[in-house]
C-alpha cells in the first residue's frame, strides 16, 4: 500500500540507501544518510552487508540465514567498504561471509548462506491471535506526538518504515512488565517485485525495536538515559516468502538478561499467518552509575 509523497520518498532513499556502488570485485561501498546521528543504525549495516554477500550470488539462490556481530561504532560520516569473502559455492547452498571496514578497521562481519527452493516438511509456530489489526493502531507521528520536543528532529524527519505498536510501553513507565513486545512493520511506500531487497529491508527493520524488548522486565525504555544500549550480535532465518511493503507483525521476546547483556527473540508473521522470518539478538544493556 503507498504511503504519503513524503514517505514514499523516504522508502525511495532507502533503496538508494541500499543500491551498493561496486569499487572492485567482492568489493562494494555504502554510505550513510545525511541526518544527525552519532553512530550508524546497526539495521543499515546489516542490510547493506546482505547486499553486499547477494551481489556475489545466483539469482536462483536467496538468502537463508545470516549470523553477524557489530564490532565497532560506525562513522555516519565516512563511507563504508564491505568486502566479501565467496566462502563456498555447492550445489544447493552458497556461503559468504563480509567484513564492513571505516577508517581500516572491522566494524561489522556477517556470515550468510543462500539456499535454492526446495520442497519438504513444513511446520511452525501459530501466529498470535491477541493482537489488534495495525489498522486499529496509531501510526508512529500520533504514537510519539507527546514525546516530538524530547526526540527532536528524529520524530519529525520521515520514515521509510511504518511501526504501529500493538503493546505500547509509555517511555517515562517505570514498572516491570511482561517480556514481550509486538509491533507491526512495513516499508511506508512500494517497493520493487525484488525478493532480495525486501530481505534487506526487514533486516534493517528488525533492529529497531528488539534490543527494547530486553528492558521490559526492568522498568526502562531506550529514552533512559541512565542505561547504555548497543547491538552485539545478530541472526536472521528466512523461512517462506513475504513482502516488506505488506504488514509484517513482528512478535518480540526477551528470555534472559545477565551480566550487562540482553537476549531477544522476533519472529515475524505475514497478514495471513506464515511464520516468514525468525530473529536472535544479544545486545548491551548497560546500567550506568548514577
Known sequence: MAGSPEEQRAVDDLVELL????????????????IDQQRVFGGQVAGQALVAAARTVDDDRLVHSLHAYFLRPGDPKVPILYEVDRQRDGRSFTTRRVVAVQHGRPIFNMSASFHIHEEGFSHQFPAPTDVAPPDELADFATRWAPYAKELGEWYTRARPIDTRYADWTPPERAEALPPRHRVWVRAAG???????????????????TLLDTTLLPHG???????????????????????RADEWLLYDQDTPSASDGRGLARGFFFTPSGDLAVSVVQEGLIRELPS
Request: one cysteine or more; a negative charge.
Open 220 to 242: 526502562g525504555t531506550f529514552m533512559n538515559a541512565k542505561v547504555q544500549m548497543a547491538s552485539l550480535d545478530h541472526a536472521m532465518w528466512f523461512h517462506r516468502p513475504f
Open 190 to 208: 512500494v517497493l520493487p517485485d525484488d525478493p532480495v531487497l525486501h530481505a534487506c529491508i526487514v533486516a534493517y527493520a528488525s533492529d529497531m
Open 19 to 34: 543500491d551498493l556502488e561496486d569499487i572492485e570485485v567482492n568489493v562494494f561501498r555504502g554510505r550513510s544518510p545525511d
